[in-house]
């Protein structure tokens, strides 16, 4: 009896986790969880809030609306593969350069800021460009992870709103050259 | 003890991944639909972001010619008629969504009738691509009938919320990002699905 009792308690087991890299749900879960599980992808995407922020108007809202749509043209290349060279150190360079100018308090014109960012958000789509296939829901994928990418920048603006106080504009600063540091991680193979 | 065995037996776990839809009957079937094409849902997003954005009283018209849309184009989809096959409708129906998104992004005012317009064109897209092949006579109808109030009901959530955001300016700029977003994600899928296979 002890027996039958304890065959049909381990037919309890949840099966449907077997799905959950399925489907809509799924799709969507692993699009969001893409740009969080690789660190250069994270801090790069920290990075740009973080620069949006302490450039001020019209840069803080200007660059999370600009770099998913062109992260977008990128994942276009990646899709239809269009052959990129070096994206993974394109991503750790973006890191670098982007940490630097919040390290170094660059402050360029606003229409070369956009270029600097435009120009990297090219490697950071092309890299998930080429997982969307592969993507049980591709739509749910893209949405999943141009969502996550948004946050992330949200994140890096929120924590770079410190700079409009002394001591915050120190650790936003420092926050830069930590990213940079983790750019030079990957570009090195550190990391 | 021999009962209780049994009755743990019963549970059905695995059946979780299908009872939604399997148990629900053909009306609420109907209203699932929006909620599990992705596709619809961005462009009734997005439409709803740039209705709420452009001022929902000034716009109510839109609103109207949106739902009057989806109704002609469920009533025509239950009807048989068809615009082309399936996957030129997603394209379709992706490829306003991103437009509209695009617009959303832009946040230039636009004229009533224009946005008259693409509420009814949208409207009418999302009507005629609401059709469930496995459904037939009386269920098919109740299913399109369910999916047209429930991509009504789907608007007005963020129309509202877009309405409510035009307050302050980081509040527009959110808007402005969620279209960024729309668009991206659309933009990305239609390139999958223009792209020439591997």
């Known amino acids: 009896m002890k027996i039958l009792l304890i065959s049909s308690l381990l037919l309890l087991s949840n099966l449907a986790h077997a799905h959950a890299e ?29 620069w949006g922020a302490f450039l001020g108007n019209p840069a803080i809202w200007l660059l999370p609306v600009v770099f998913p749509l062109v992260m977008t043209f990128g994942g276009v290349l990646g899709i239809l593969g269009f052959p990129i060279p070096a994206v993974e150190a394109g991503i750790a360079l973006s890191a670098i350069v982007l940490g630097l100018m919040v390290a170094l308090a660059v402050r360029p014109a606003m229409p070369v800021a956009a270029i600097i960012v435009a ?7 092309y890299a998930h460009g080429t997982e969307l296939p592969a993507s049980a829901s591709p739509l749910a994928f893209s949405l999943g992870f141009v969502i996550s990418t948004g946050l992330l920048h949200l994140v890096g603006i929120a924590f770079g709103l410190l700079a409009r106080w002394p001591v915050g504009r120190g650790l936003v600063r420092a926050g830069g050259g930590v990213i940079a540091l983790v750019g030079v991680g990957y570009l090195s193979g550190l990391l | 003890m021999w009962r209780l065995a049994v009755l743990l037996l019963a549970l059905p776990a695995t059946a979780w991944a299908h009872s939604p839809i399997e148990g629900l009957g053909d009306f609420f079937n109907g209203m699932l639909h929006p909620v599990f094409v992705p596709a619809h849902l961005l462009l009734v997003f997005a439409l709803g972001l740039l ?28 009807a048989g008629f068809t615009l082309t096959d399936a996957s030129i409708q997603e394209l379709a129906v992706l490829l306003v969504a ?3 998104a695009l617009l959303v992004v832009l946040a230039a005012p636009l004229s009533r009738p224009a946005l008259v317009l693409l509420g009814l064109a949208a409207g009418l897209l999302l009507g005629l691509d609401s059709v469930q092949a496995e459904l037939e006579g009386t269920a098919r109808h109740v299913a399109l009938f369910g999916s047209a109030v429930a991509l009504y009901l789907l608007l007005l959530y963020p129309m509202a919320t877009a309405e409510r955001f035009s307050v302050h300016p980081w509040l527009r700029v959110g808007v402005r990002i969620i279209g960024s977003w729309i668009a991206a994600s659309a933009l990305l899928v239609l390139a999958l699905l223009l792209a020439p296979a591997a």
């Open chain 1, 119 to 125: 120009m990297f958000a090219i490697f950071h789509g």
């Open chain 2, 51 to 78: 209705i709420g954005q452009q001022g929902v009283f000034a716009n109510l018209t839109a609103i109207w010619s949106y739902l009057l849309g989806v109704l002609i184009g469920a009533a025509l989809a239950g």
């Open chain 2, 98 to 100: 991103m437009g509209v």
């Open chain 1, 22 to 50: 399925g489907g809509l749900a799924g799709g969507f879960g692993s699009g969001l969880l893409h740009p969080v599980l690789g660190l250069d992808h994270v801090v790069a995407m920290l990075a740009v809030g973080l």
